[in-house]
C-alpha cells in the first residue's frame, strides 16, 4: 500500500557528507512517521533516527550530533543529513514508515519498507 523509495547512498571519505533521500507513493495517507535503519554486514538491522508527524526526532546513540532526519510532507519525502561520516556508518541504510511511531522505531516488518541504499565510508 505504501512504496518507499531511498536514493542519495554512495561512496564518500572519513569526515565527508551524505544526504539520504526516501520518497513515499501509493498510499501516502496513512503515513505519520518515518524513519532510518541501516544494517552492516554480519549484524542486524539497528534505528539511526525517526520523526513523527508532528516533526520530533530521536536518534541512536552512535549517531547524535552528526546526523539530522527532516521530512517534507509535501514532497512525501524524508531525508538524512549525514555528517562528519565515519567508516562504522558504513551500511545498507533502509527508510520505513507506518501510521505509528514505535513501529517505525521498532523496526518491525509491520511497518513499510523501502529496499536501501548502500552508503560506504572509506579512505
Known amino acids: 500500500q505504501v512504496q518507499l523509495v531511498e536514493s542519495g547512498g554512495g561512496l564518500v571519505q572519513p569526515g565527508g557528507s551524505l544526504r539520504l533521500s526516501c520518497a513515499a507513493s501509493g498510499s501516502i495517507f496513512s503515513i505519520n512517521a518515518m524513519g532510518w535503519h541501516r544494517q552492516a554486514p554480519g549484524k542486524q538491522r539497528e534505528l539511526v533516527a525517526a520523526?513523527?508527524?508532528?516533526?520530533?526526532?530521536h536518534y541512536a546513540d552512535s549517531v547524535k550530533g552528526r546526523f539530522t532526519i527532516s521530512r517534507d510532507n509535501a514532497k512525501n519525502t524524508v531525508y538524512l543529513q549525514m555528517n562528519s561520516l565515519k567508516p562504522e556508518d558504513t551500511a545498507v541504510y533502509y527508510c520505513?514508515?507506518?501510521?505509528?511511531?514505535?513501529?517505525?522505531?521498532?523496526?518491525?516488518?509491520?511497518?513499510?519498507w523501502g529496499q536501501g541504499t548502500q552508503v560506504t565510508v572509506s579512505s
Open positions: 520523526i513523527s508527524s508532528g516533526g520530533s526526532t
Open positions: 520505513n514508515a507506518d501510521r505509528r511511531l514505535s513501529t517505525v522505531v521498532a523496526g518491525n516488518d509491520f511497518g513499510s
